[in-house]
């Protein structure tokens, strides 16, 4: 040890492990990692909210330090009451009972690491606590007994095993923590959020599958895959399918199914998790009725990781098989339209997506959709991404000749259709593509095909929505868009920005206010929010506000005008165009 680096401190240490760990992986190892790593992350979190760090996590031990005992130990019940709603959920024989101790002490730092007797005791006292408990030393109990509101049982001095002084131990009683503790769940739960009320045909949510390896490369692979899933169920006509957007908020995430049934407003959830291992892939994949908890199916996949998409397919068909959803021939035609069968190009795809949707790289994302491309001429969804960026392009004048972005778009969208025509994403882009050339029926046609083909397809209703509103029909949009919005209870920030554009064009101007604020609340940067906002403001005669907004717009984009946007957007009516135009032009844009 370094003597220049390393250095003394009094810390809270909590130390925790597993009771019964080894039963638990006898009997099922991997379903045990799956669990075990989902546990780690919540308990991480919690260590994190209250002012701590995790030291250490081999196996199913956990050692994390705290600069003060009562945070150690706020943390430690948090931790406690969380897994327990969370193990209510398991059967019997998979519940992971932690065992929790705290000690306060001195300890020696180097290089992130810790070091000193007082984690010593800390393990020790961990190992006289129940599953599900938490036993502290008498060093803790003095710090927290007059701020904490506790019930502690004093287990007397104990001998630990390889400790010179007998140590006092204390433990907590978790039982009236527990009951005070889901009552306040329940409560805020009525009270912040009411639940959605469940559709009458089969509704489900896919959540993303949790990735059992620390590559990057598996993260992207374990999220296509349960978006292909999605995508598959949301072609059939009989179910209601949550978007990828609104399940994907609960990755990395302590879950707790009937939560998410409750606030997605679905009956079932698949969730599960990817492991792969050299050629090999293991899928473990588990439906649940999110009413009452109980496993309808559970299965576990161990293939070639050639034949990953044969196994995706699999599980699709499980799934409507075991909600006993009738298949149309139209169905069965939609459900295996688009994709591919190269692994490589799917990663790169998926890589793009990562890089689009969670970093904003947009010219990152286009690189790699044109890679994926190369390795499959045929691959629809980075062809139609690449119409999407196109058309961005043109939207935001990010060129100097957006017209030619607009020919590449209408390129792009006509490639895909080619391949493929029963692909809803290539008609949602056309239907875009062709209201902004001014043919408006012809845009309604195409985005109602998208929604055709995939009935559950959120993004394509919110499209759709988009096109009736611009092609002179906002009142038809608010149809589409209230569908969108319950596909994706947790949707992207352009839905709000097509609702502020409905509300607009409706001369609803304080609705559209509250839409625009609330994408803008999402994303702060999202362009045509700042732009909706400035005709809304301007339209209702708040002239400060209204300027202060478009100053929002010339800073984002300094070359943006009036002209341009109506250019853009093409209203089908002049009276629409005019009464924007002016709007814009009152505030200097």
């Known amino acids: 040890m370094n003597e220049v680096s390393a250095k003394r401190k009094l810390s809270a240490i909590l130390s925790a492990d597993i009771q019964g760990y080894s039963r638990l992986m006898g009997e099922d190892e991997l379903e045990t990692i799956r669990n075990l790593k989902r546990y780690q992350q919540i308990i991480s979190s919690i260590v994190q909210k209250h002012n701590g760090r995790v030291v250490d996590s081999p196996g199913d031990n956990m050692l994390a330090e705290f600069s003060s005992a009562v945070d150690a130990t706020e943390g430690a019940i948090n931790i406690q009451q969380d897994l327990k709603i969370r193990n209510d959920e398991l059967s019997e024989d998979q519940r992971m009972r932690y065992r929790i101790g705290i000690n306060l002490g001195e300890v020696i730092e180097d290089k992130g690491k810790i070091y000193g007797n007082g984690i010593n005791i800390a393990a020790r006292i961990e190992a006289l606590a129940d599953g599900g408990g938490i036993c502290i030393s008498r060093n803790v109990y003095e710090q927290v007994k007059n701020i904490m509101d506790l019930s502690c049982v004093d287990l007397g001095r104990q001998k630990l095993r390889n400790i010179k002084d007998d140590v006092k131990v204390y433990k907590i009683q978790m039982e009236d923590i527990t009951s005070n503790f889901e009552s306040s769940l329940r409560t805020i739960a009525v009270e912040q959020k009411p639940d959605i009320p469940l559709p009458e045909r089969p509704s489900i949510a896919i959540l993303p599958f949790t990735n059992m390896s620390s590559e990057k490369e598996q993260e992207y692979l374990s999220d296509g895959i349960a978006g292909n899933i999605i995508t598959a169920l949301s072609r059939t006509s009989e179910m209601n399918v949550i978007a990828q957007n609104s399940t994907f908020a609960y990755k990395g995430n302590p879950v707790y199914i009937q939560e998410v049934g409750k606030e997605l407003g679905v009956r079932y959830v698949l969730e599960g998790s990817i492991q792969k291992s050299g050629k090999r892939i293991r899928i473990n994949a588990q439906l649940i009725d999110a009413k009452d908890g109980h496993h309808i199916w559970a299965e576990r996949f161990d293939q070639e990781l050639k034949d990953i998409f044969e196994l995706q397919d699999e599980i699709t068909l499980k799934i409507i098989r075991a909600l006993q959803v009738k298949l149309t021939r139209g169905d069965q035609v939609r459900l295996w339209e688009g994709g591919t069968q190269n692994l490589n190009a799917f990663e790169t795809y998926h890589q793009a997506m990562d890089e689009y949707l969670r970093q904003g790289n947009l010219p990152q994302a286009v690189h790699l959709c044109k890679e994926a491309i190369k390795l499959d001429e045929q691959y629809i969804e980075p062809i139609v991404f690449l119409g999407w960026a196109s058309l961005i392009e043109f939207w935001f004048k990010m060129s100097d000749t ?174 629409d165009e005019e009464r924007f135009l002016g709007a814009l032009r009152k505030t200097g844009l």
């Open 402 to 575: 957006p017209d030619k972005s607009l020919e590449k778009a209408m390129v792009f969208a006509q490639n895909a259709l080619d391949i493929n025509d029963f692909h809803d994403m290539p008609h949602s882009l056309y239907g875009k593509i062709l209201y902004t050339y001014r043919r408006y029926e012809y845009g309604i046609e195409e985005g109602e095909r998208g929604v055709f083909l995939n009935p559950s397809g959120a993004d394509a209703c919110a499209h759709l929505g988009c096109i009736l509103t611009f092609s002179g029909k906002p009142d038809k949009a608010f149809y589409w868009l209230e569908k969108a919005f319950s596909l994706n209870p947790m949707p992207p920030v352009f839905y709000y920005g097509y609702l502020g554009m409905a509300n607009n064009v409706m001369e609803k101007y304080e609705e559209a206010i509250e839409a625009y604020k609330k994408a803008l609340s999402i994303s702060p940067k999202h362009f045509y929010s700042h732009v909706g906002l400035t005709e809304s403001y301007s339209l209702l005669g708040r002239e400060e506000e209204a300027c202060q907004s478009a100053e929002d717009v010339k800073r984002m984009h300094p070359g943006y005008t009036a002209d341009h946007h109506l250019y853009a957007m093409q209203y089908r009516y002049r009276e």
